[in-house]
């Protein structure tokens, strides 16, 4: 990988860094969905902030207090076996955002549902980790796709091909970036991406089937 590309591939891994997906997600979930139904002006305000404080905020500071023990080297944590303790910190911190969505915000199904998802896509790649390094970036943004497709399910609508095309050119790049940074397999990659869109697309599926 030249210059260039290294460069890039280090930006877009910083610009798509796992913890900052929800805070998108939820974002373009506000936007898009706040057009269709009207909900209290301030639901959106407390759902971006308070998303961005548990999936981002918490699990970051606990990093950084790892990283000042030692613990940890950076925040892209690329050492597999420093994975363990960040993982525990962001698992109730996403638990807490479920709760926060769930039982506070009540949130439409397909967003509770993929907050569930999302919470046990961290649950697993903490498992997995301890064994192979599956990609918790391919994991964030496939659970993005996943969050995408249960919102149009929950409408009854497909998505345009603009946001398909948008959305996969995105995951195809990511994968790019952390295969040639050496952060990442192929098939880490892969499956993290995998991984990512089954946890947050699943559940809500098995819901509409249920109800």
């Not at 990511?174 to 892969?190: F, I, K, N, P």
């Amino acid at each position: 990988m030249n210059q260039m590309l290294h460069i890039a591939a280090k930006g877009l891994s910083i610009v798509l860094y796992p913890l900052f997906i929800p805070t998108y997600g939820i974002a373009l979930f506000c936007y898009a969905f706040l057009r269709l139904i009207p909900m209290p002006s301030v639901w959106p305000l407390v759902a971006v902030i308070g998303t961005f404080i548990l999936t981002c905020v918490l699990p970051i500071t606990a990093i950084w207090m790892l990283i000042r023990r030692g613990v940890v080297t950076d925040l892209q944590i690329e050492d597999a076996g420093e994975r363990t303790m960040p993982y525990i910190y962001t698992i109730f911190g996403f638990g807490c955002w479920s709760y926060l969505m769930i039982s506070i915000l009540h949130a439409p199904a397909c967003i509770a549902f993929t907050t569930i998802g999302g919470t046990i896509a961290i649950g697993l790649i903490a498992i997995i980790n301890r064994w192979w390094k599956i990609s918790a970036h391919l994991t964030g943004l496939g659970g993005l796709v996943g969050g995408v497709m249960s919102y149009y399910m929950g409408l009854g609508m497909m998505p345009s091909w603009g946001l398909i095309a948008c959305l996969s050119l995105l995951s195809l790049a990511l994968m790019y970036a952390r295969v040639g940074l050496g952060a990442h397999t192929s098939a880490q990659v892969s499956a993290g991406w995998l991984l990512g869109i089954t946890a947050t697309f699943l559940p809500y599926c098995i819901y509409e089937y249920v109800a």
